[in-house]
């Protein structure tokens, strides 16, 4: 079992930023992958950015050149810097996490608002 632990959210003007954070904790654990995705009010949840244990990123086309996805395997933490925000990305942001087991897990959701 992993549990999830998120924080970072919170309330930002546009063009400005945020950093997510996410820590995983169980026991045994081997993660293949980290990730964040996005779930806007009425919407599915999408994918925002994921990062292998080797390190390999991959970002939805919407937040490259703004997001940065970065992790620290020792600590088993992933981390989301948000920069240049904007009222589209809005959204509750949730921290996901593969093993290696083929089991997959959810943080509780992060609540992040761009607004002015």
């Known amino acids: 079992q992993v549990q999830l632990v998120e924080s970072g959210g919170g309330l930002v003007q546009p063009g400005g930023s945020l950093r997510l954070s996410c820590a995983a904790s169980g026991s045994r654990i081997s993660i293949i992958a980290m990730g964040w995705y996005g779930q806007a009010p009425g919407k599915q949840r999408e994918l925002v950015a994921t990062?292998?244990?080797?390190?390999?990123?991959n970002y939805a086309d919407s937040v490259k050149g703004r997001f940065t996805i970065s992790r620290d395997n020792a600590k088993n933490g992933v981390y989301l810097q948000m920069n240049s925000l904007k009222p589209d990305d809005t959204a509750v942001y949730y921290c996901?996490?593969?093993?290696?087991?083929?089991?997959?897990?959810w943080g509780q959701g992060t609540q992040v608002t761009v607004s002015s």
């Open positions: 990062i292998t244990s080797g390190g390999g990123t």
């Open positions: 996901h996490v593969a093993t290696a087991g083929g089991f997959t897990y």
